[in-house]
């Protein structure tokens, strides 16, 4: 923050008017018009300034995916997502909640979904026997699944991240 002080020696000068602005980051910091203020002690008038402080915060956004799989059952739909890796550069539970949420909003019902990062992860979700290469696409892009509609359980790199469950 930044204070601006200005002393007059005499009663008989006008009041000093300042304007500073000062940038830090995202955050801009203005001082105003110069107001002033008796002294008790003397018959001086110190001039103080007030400010005004506005913070600008980045726009949160998660990764954008497509649903590459989505089959009608008696619950709701089971969908499954590829992640566009171009749209972000590191993944976290959170992310992957709000792609679930999102996912849920605008394309409901959904009562069980996949979320992978790569389309041979994709095609490897409902293989009944996979291959080396199947397990190991499973093991590094297979990012969290929906159970029942609500429950997210998360796997592959994020497996140490606990369940949630959607709107808690």
Known sequence: MVLTLVVSCSGDEEPVEELT?????????????STPVAGSDTDAATTSSTSTTTSTLPELSFP??????????DNGDVVVVLLDPTTYESLSDIDVLNV??????QFAPVYEAHIVETQAA???LFVEEP????????????????????RVVYVGPLADSDPTILGS
């Open 131 to 150: 291959s080396e290469a199947e397990r190991t696409a499973l093991a590094n892009d297979y990012i969290a699944r929906l159970e029942e509609g609500f």
């Open 64 to 73: 954008e995916y497509s649903i590459v799989s989505r089959e009608a059952s």
């Open 100 to 105: 679930m949420f999102d996912l849920v909003e």
């Open 21 to 33: 602005s000062t940038s830090i980051e995202d955050t801009i910091t203005t001082l105003g018009e």
């Open 122 to 124: 994709a095609d490897a």
